[in-house]
């Protein structure tokens, strides 16, 4: 069955450092999505992309970049982590048409002390 | 810039009660549509229910439905017979070219 993973489920790391969070989906679609959840924010765009070579800076993409070489993959990096970015991430895919749903990854939970 | 809202951060209800969890957006186009995601706490995303914005007839999926109110930009969410698995967070969503807009969330509790 199609699917779409995200890895590592969990992530302690320490200010300053780099940090990559893998996103890697089998539906074959176009469209994909970081998100961030926050309590009292709901889940905000990080970044996305349309298809590969593409990527766009959503609402909250400062501090986070992100590269697409093929369709399966979106790895989203944290370039320096900051204690403002300990959070919940998800990642999304969709196909091409508004109306289709995004199916989301089971997250990752990322802490930086 | 479109925003959603969920003005009621927690509702309760009792088991095979009825709730309405509701949501409102703002948002210049003409052309959307809306969405309500289920989070239990597996953390896992769920779609519920979808209402596309240029349909007058109200979505429904077997006890979920959608009071879907255009002039107002209001989009609530009915749960008929609530049952013990339906406690989770509930997101509510605009979608635009691709992208998703999330309200702040209303965490959904089930009484026995």
């Known amino acids: 069955d199609a699917e779409i993973t995200q890895s590592p489920r969990h992530k302690i790391t320490e200010t300053g450092r780099q940090v990559t969070l893998a996103c890697h989906q089998t539906?074959?679609?176009?469209?994909m999505f970081w998100y961030r959840q926050d309590l009292g924010h709901g889940l905000r765009l990080i970044h996305y992309s349309y298809g590969v070579q593409d990527t766009n800076k959503g609402e909250v993409s400062d501090g986070y970049s992100v590269s697409r070489s093929n369709t399966e993959d979106l790895p989203l990096t944290l370039e320096s982590a900051a204690s403002s970015q300990t959070s919940v991430y998800f990642c999304?895919?969709?196909?091409?048409?508004?109306?289709?749903?995004?199916?989301f990854g089971p997250g990752t939970r990322l802490t930086v002390l | 810039a479109q925003t959603v809202t969920q003005s009621q951060p927690e509702m309760s209800v009792q088991e095979a009660e009825t709730v309405t969890l509701s949501c409102t957006y703002d948002t210049s186009e003409s052309d959307y549509y809306l969405f309500w995601y289920k989070q239990p706490p597996s953390r896992q995303m769920i779609l519920v229910i979808r209402?596309?914005?240029?349909?007058?007839q109200n979505a429904t999926e077997n006890r979920f439905s959608v009071n879907f109110q255009k002039a107002a930009k209001s989009f609530s969410l009915k749960i008929s017979d609530s049952q013990l698995g339906d406690a989770a967070m509930y997101f509510c969503?605009?979608?635009?070219?691709?992208?998703?807009?999330f309200g702040q969330g209303t965490r959904l509790t089930i009484n026995p």
């Open positions: 969503a605009y979608r635009s070219a691709q992208k998703l807009v």
């Open positions: 999304a895919s969709s196909e091409g048409q508004s109306y289709n749903e995004q199916f």
């Open positions: 539906w074959n679609h176009n469209n």
């Open positions: 209402q596309e914005a240029y349909k007058q």
